[in-house]
């Protein structure tokens, strides 16, 4: 049944909705509100098709319509203008998972949304362009520009920005520290 399948898709939804808005609460936020489009549109989806592609596509367009949404909506304090803490953590791990943020806030849009779907969430070049809506070769540009940035600026060939207030840091439990390195490691890998 679609809904089953769904359902099982739910944490790889997750993961990218939070790629994309960097927050864990918006992400739940997010994919929610997906399912839920997903569910009332169930008789647009044709059987036999991608239903992963599918709700992801769902998932980016209603993010985006968020952000436009936000743009009419007041924010806080910028606490860019706050000290950064005078005591770093104690935990490499934690360190390297602060600069990975860090390192892929710095990416544009499209090349963080292009490397998560296809380093992190496994889609094929073609799924990847086909849920971003443009071509595979715009597709292998983006992971592989993303990929070099992110190099460069975790071998410290570049400057890491300062960190943001749109910015979360991710803790150990959400996303551990081994599953962080072994996807390091395949951002090294040349793009075939």
């Known amino acids: 049944m679609v809904t089953d399948d769904m359902v099982a898709l739910v944490p790889q939804l997750h993961t990218f909705a939070r790629s ?13 509100e997906a ?3 997903a569910i009332n549109n169930i008789q647009r989806f044709k059987p036999g098709t991608n239903l992963k592609a599918w709700l992801f596509t769902i998932v980016r367009n209603e993010h ?3 952000l436009r949404r936000s ?3 007041a924010h806080g304090m910028d606490i860019d203008l706050l ?12 360190l390297e998972l602060r600069d990975l943020n860090r390192a892929l806030a710095a990416l544009s849009p499209g090349q963080r949304t292009a490397l998560i779907l296809v380093s992190v969430s496994g ?9 971003c809506g443009c071509a595979v070769g715009t597709i292998k540009s ?3 520009r993303a990929r070099e940035t992110l190099l460069e600026l975790l071998e410290g060939r570049q400057p890491m920005p300062r960190q943001s207030h749109e910015v979360e840091e991710v803790r150990l439990e959400d996303f551990p520290y081994p599953l962080a390195r072994s996807r390091l490691r395949r951002f ?5």
């Open 20 to 32: 994309l808005c960097r927050d864990g609460v918006r992400a739940d936020d997010l994919v929610q």
């Open 35 to 37: 399912l839920m489009r």
């Open 64 to 66: 985006y319509s968020q």
């Open 71 to 73: 743009k009419f909506e």
């Open 83 to 94: 000290p950064e803490p005078s005591v770093p953590p104690d935990h490499d791990g934690k």
């Open 123 to 131: 889609f094929s070049y073609e799924e990847a362009a086909q849920i």
């Open 142 to 144: 983006r992971v592989a």
């Open 188 to 192: 090294e890998q040349p793009i075939l």
